[in-house]
């Protein structure tokens, strides 16, 4: 039998990040499918998707500053999440079903200014086209937090 993994202070902090931010999504494209990156964008691009199309969660990584000394650090984390959506047709059509440019809109919408149960505020970066190929497209879209801090207990 093997023994329970806990899950530390930082993956809880991120699974519930990650979470709330699917959340959002979920409300803003109800007919999407929407999830954790299930491995590469490369890899998320290539999966067969709704015809509401995908929305794709990933945690990218951190920034942190200088820390204060004391018995338990504190640091500013930048947290930085990616979002990638992935749509059949470029612009909405006639049978209502949603082009990425309105998904990409509406993705912006819901996450500028989401408060994070980890702490801070999403702010949108960036978005991008990532990929377009036969009548699939995608774009990038990525988020950080401001105003986040990580104390080691």
């Not at 890899?43 to 990218?60: D, K, M, S, T």
């Not at 990638?84 to 990409?104: F, K, N, P, T």
């Not at 978005?127 to 988020?143: L, N, P, T």
Request: hydrophobic fraction near 40%; charged fraction near 25%; aromatic fraction near 10%.
């Amino acid at each position: 039998m093997r023994a329970k993994k806990e899950n530390t202070v930082a993956d809880s902090i991120l699974s519930q990040d990650e979470d709330a931010i699917k959340s959002a999504l979920e409300s803003a494209l109800p007919d999407a499918l929407v999830e954790s990156f299930p491995g590469s964008p490369e890899e998320a691009f290539e999966l067969l998707h709704p015809p509401g199309g995908a929305a794709y969660v990933l945690y990218n990584g951190g920034t942190f500053g200088r820390g204060e000394s004391s018995p338990s650090l504190t640091q500013a984390w930048q947290a930085n999440f990616r979002i990638l959506i992935v749509s059949d047709s470029l612009r909405s059509r006639e049978d209502a079903s949603r082009g990425v440019y309105e998904m990409v809109d509406s993705a912006r919408i819901a996450l500028s200014g989401l408060e994070l149960p980890g702490g801070g505020c999403l702010e949108l970066q960036s978005e991008r086209v990532f990929r377009v190929v036969m009548g699939k497209f995608a774009y990038v879209m990525d988020f950080f937090t401001k105003n986040r801090f990580w104390r080691k207990q």
